[in-house]
Each structure stands twice: as structure tokens, then as C-alpha cells.
């Protein structure tokens, strides 16, 4: 079974308008998620990251609204460039509890057209 | 920025045959994990490890073992490689930071 979930699984947007990737879970125990960003050919990498304490992060054009009643979060970017053309993970931790685990959604395909 | 050194980084492997896939990082991260990656199924934990001498199942651990001997390194083994496993596997390593290493791409004929 899918523990982290994303939609869409891809998804095409003209440059400068705001991206809205989601995700939810089901595991009551996760604490922490982050995203992280994947390039073709590359080595995914952490972007932003969010904890249950926090119901919005942001950094730059990137940020993490989190719905924890719901357990879904979205990550928004602004002003979307060709340059963030990748596929996003969002991933999931009980990081305050065991802290060991880390799961990866199915990812959404993001193409930025200029 | 932390490193996380795979090898091999390509593989081609007979049915039956044995793998082991090896990781290496020197940033005295106590977790270390073990991943592949398949279109449409994003990364997939196969194992996992909170320090030396300790391996956990991740969510697909048949057909898999791991061993970490040491804090740096942490392996992948295939007993009997099918070519099922035919897919680029990913070892990473930290906390709440983690990285990714290169990745190894596993062709099993």
C-alpha cells in the first residue's frame, strides 16, 4: 500500500505561473516531511521540509502549506521558471519517534514551458 | 555538501547470479537507506539502517539483503538476481538532510 500519495502525476504549466503539487498520508506516526526535487539524470535532493509543528514553510518560491487535521500538504512554487522543470518527491518521517524511516511518494513530473 | 559514494554505478548481472551493491559515506550519519527507483512507482525503500551492525526492512525487502558492518558503509545484496530487479538503485544517508548518492543502474539478463 501507497503510505505517501501525490497528485498529479504530472503536470505542465506556463513559466510564472504558481505550481500546485500535493500529497497526503495515512500513517499517524509521520512527523516530518520533506520534498525533494529530481533532474533528469540526477540524484534527487532535498528542497524544503516541514514538521508537524508548522502549518506553512517558505523559502523563496517554494512553500509548504500542511493541513495536519486532513494530513495533506501541497507545495506551492511562484513564478515557475523552465528551470524547475523535475520531478518532486514528497516524502515522510517519524523522525521524533524511531526516526529512521523516510518514504517516498510516486512523485509528480513537472514541465515548465517558457 | 555531504558524500555518498555508490559502486558499482552500472551493472549487468545473469539470472542466479549474485549482487552487491556498496555505499560509502563519510559524514557520520548514524541512518543510511537503500532505495530503487522504477517510472511510476518514484523511490521505493528496501532497507534501512540506524548504525552499524542494525538493517531494517523497508516496504519491499523480498529478494534483498543488507549489511552494514561499519558507520560508513552499508550494502545491498542479491542472492539470486531476477530480472525483476532490473532498476537503478539508490543509497542515501542522514537525518533530517538527506543524500543521495549517484546511483547504480542494475540490468539483470
Known amino acids: 500500500q501507497q503510505q505517501v500519495r501525490q497528485s498529479p502525476q504530472s503536470l505542465t504549466v506556463w513559466e510564472g505561473e504558481t505550481t500546485i503539487l500535493n500529497c497526503s498520508y495515512e500513517?499517524?506516526?509521520?512527523?516530518?516531511f520533506p520534498w525533494y526535487r529530481q533532474f533528469p539524470g540526477k540524484s534527487p535532493a532535498l528542497l524544503i521540509a516541514i514538521s508537524l509543528v508548522s502549518n506553512k514553510k517558505e523559502d523563496g518560491r517554494f512553500t509548504i502549506f500542511f493541513n495536519k487535521r486532513e494530513k495533506k500538504l501541497s507545495l506551492h512554487i511562484t513564478d515557475s521558471q523552465p528551470g524547475d522543470s523535475a520531478t518532486y518527491f514528497c516524502?515522510?518521517?517519524?523522525?521524533?519517534?524511531?526516526?529512521?524511516?523516510?518514504?517516498f511518494g510516486t512523485g509528480t513530473l513537472l514541465s515548465v514551458k517558457p | 555538501e555531504a558524500a555518498v559514494t555508490q559502486s558499482p554505478r552500472n551493472k549487468v548481472a545473469v539470472t542466479g547470479g549474485k549482487v552487491t551493491l556498496s555505499c560509502n559515506q563519510t559524514?557520520?550519519?548514524?541512518?543510511m537507506y537503500w532505495y530503487r527507483q522504477d517510472t511510476g512507482h518514484g523511490l521505493r525503500l528496501i532497507h534501512y539502517?540506524?548504525?552499524?551492525?542494525?538493517?531494517e526492512k523497508g516496504d519491499i525487502p523480498d529478494g534483498y539483503k543488507a549489511s552494514r558492518p561499519s558507520q560508513e558503509n552499508f550494502s545491498l545484496i542479491l542472492e539470486l538476481a531476477t530480472p525483476s530487479q532490473t532498476s537503478v538503485y539508490f543509497c542515501a544517508s542522514g537525518e533530517t538532510k538527506v543524500f543521495f548518492g549517484k546511483g547504480t543502474r542494475l540490468t539483470v539478463v
Open positions: 516524502a515522510a518521517s517519524d523522525y521524533g519517534g524511531s526516526g529512521n524511516k523516510l518514504i
Open positions: 500513517d499517524s506516526t509521520f512527523d516530518y
Open positions: 559524514n557520520n550519519h548514524n541512518n
Open positions: 539502517s540506524y548504525g552499524a551492525g542494525s538493517t
